[in-house]
């Protein structure tokens, strides 16, 4: 299970892409990013998700280390998509499509045999064939999912803040500063743990 470190899955996909559709393929990432981020604003409602990022590589940017290496006559580019998530690969497959079908469809519809998000079944299928297995997986905080960083975040501001104002108050005061804290950020305080062993991409599972 090398997708996994803790809570936390990683998802490699590598897709193929004529060369001249990978040149439109960026300048669309970059009008989105720029211009219509509406896109892929659906991914922010998406609590599950640490990071997805999709990169093109052109067939001619791959690494030449040495003269006596030779050059790659590669026939298509690619787009590679990496993503960290939390849960399983079907909860994740399904709720990226569902937040942004209309997103997925944009950045992928010029790769090689893309079937669009929508029906699933194909979709999943696409996906299970075009992914890469992570042989290695490093997580620095195993035991976070993306809701305890952002969590963390939010009771560490509400900590400095309070800190920053002790000196300035009598002990009675900041008795009723400190309650006052802990009702802000009850939510916050929840305790880390193992998570459950979720699934990895089931057709390569059996």
């Not at 010029?110 to 064939?129: A, E, M, T, V």
């Not at 920053?164 to 305790?191: C, M, P």
Request: charged letters at 15%; a negative charge; hydrophobic letters at 40%.
């Amino acid at each position: 299970m090398s997708n996994f470190a803790g809570k936390a899955y990683g998802m490699n996909v590598i897709t193929p892409l004529r060369w001249w559709t990978a040149i439109w393929q960026q300048i669309i990432f970059w009008v989105v990013v720029k211009t219509f981020p509406y896109f892929v604003k659906g991914l922010l409602t998406l609590s599950l998700i640490h990071y997805a990022r999709w990169t093109i590589i052109n067939r001619w940017s791959f690494p030449h280390l040495d003269k006596s290496q030779p050059k790659e006559k590669l026939h298509y580019s690619y787009m590679l998509f990496e993503s960290n998530f939390n849960g399983s690969w079907d909860q994740y497959i399904d709720s990226f499509s569902f937040a942004i079908p209309s997103g997925l469809d944009m950045f992928w519809r010029w790769n090689i045999r893309y079937p669009k998000s929508i029906p699933l079944h194909d979709f999943y299928n696409y996906i299970r064939f075009n992914q890469v297995e992570t042989n290695h997986y490093y997580n620095a905080y195993p035991l976070a999912a993306s809701n305890d960083v952002k969590s963390a975040q939010t009771l560490f501001e509400g900590l400095t803040e309070l800190a920053q104002q002790v000196d300035e108050l009598t002990d009675d005061d900041f008795l009723a500063r400190y309650n006052h804290f802990l009702a802000d950020h009850q939510e916050s305080l929840g305790s880390m743990d193992v998570g459950p062993v979720m699934t990895l991409n089931p057709a390569k599972e059996a």
